[in-house]
């Protein structure tokens, strides 16, 4: 299967986009050129439609159309004080341009050029907005936190457009759209330090499991759907029911110490429920 990765210069596509890249012929792009290990990063503004059609429809090289689409790519939070207000306008005004117009660019982009799967990136803040829920399972509602959640939504819904596009002459196109809580990294200290201030370990994301969750994205056979991807767990916040049905079992956990070390271990959950199929 051959998959472009947009967004492989993030914090996310960093540490995934290698471990996929032993599974798949995977393409590699961002806002940025360069290599990620060893593997050639190629430049894609998806804010630009030109050169996402194109950059669609000819491949890498010209090497032709791929097979899926992972969008990763998000407006770049790092740096910005939230509590500065016009910071934070002017990073929402960048959530629209690339979270909303870049998402239509690229599905867009995909459908015209014949791709049958893309996977859209969101995230857990899409469900995590005031009042809190006490427990996240099949029955949640969105309830985003900020406008960064409220584009990612509007990417998933973007994203179900296509999946139930009225047929033509083009192919159907699947569209897996997964959540992802906390991302964290075992080797990451600013991890630690996330977990041990907000005790959260049932809303790490391990990064071995988002790629997980990806790789199930890619090969199931569900038209649309949402998922949460979360790290295992002793105490879920999230029902495992939310996620199981595109197959993803997270295969690590954190825990919390009593003198505050963070733990990072093999998950063997004793069984998963079957979630109800998505409309």
């Known amino acids: 299967m051959k998959v472009l990765f947009i967004g492989a210069s993030g914090l996310v596509g960093s540490h995934t986009a290698p471990l996929l890249a032993t599974k798949f012929d995977i393409t590699l792009t961002g806002l940025n050129d360069g290599q990620l290990a060893g ?29 899926a689409v992972i969008y990763c790519a998000t407006a770049n939070y790092h740096y910005i004080k939230m509590g500065d207000e016009e910071e934070r306008r002017l990073y929402y005004e960048r959530c629209i341009e690339v979270n909303a117009r ?19 990136i969101g995230s857990m803040t899409s469900l995590l907005g005031y009042p809190r829920y006490d427990h996240i399972d099949l029955e949640t509602r969105d309830r985003p936190n900020d406008l960064y959640a409220a584009t990612k939504i509007f990417g998933e819904h973007v994203g179900r457009s296509y999946a139930f596009r009225n047929p033509s002459s083009r192919p159907p196109m699947k569209v897996l759209c997964l959540r992802l809580a906390q ?25 071995r499991d988002i790629a997980l969750a990806m790789e199930c994205g890619l090969t199931t056979d569900i038209r649309y759907g949402v998922y949460p991807v979360v790290s295992g767990t002793d105490e ?16 690590w956990k ?9 733990q990072i271990l093999p998950h063997h959950p004793q069984s998963t429920a079957a979630a109800t199929p998505s409309k």
């Open 39 to 67: 593997l050639p990063v190629h430049h894609l503004d998806i804010c630009d439609w030109n050169s996402t059609a194109s950059f669609l429809h000819q491949g890498a090289a010209g090497s032709g159309p791929f097979d």
């Open 102 to 120: 870049g998402a239509y660019h690229v599905f867009e982009a995909a459908w015209r050029a014949g791709v049958t799967r893309v996977v859209h």
């Open 183 to 207: 991302p964290t990294a075992a080797a990451d200290p600013e991890t630690q330090r996330w977990i041990i201030k907000t005790r959260h370990t049932a809303m790490a994301a391990d990064m």
């Open 236 to 251: 879920p916040y999230v029902d495992p029911a939310t996620y199981a049905e595109i197959g993803y079992v997270p295969q």
């Open 254 to 262: 954190y825990v919390l110490t009593d003198d505050k070390q963070v």
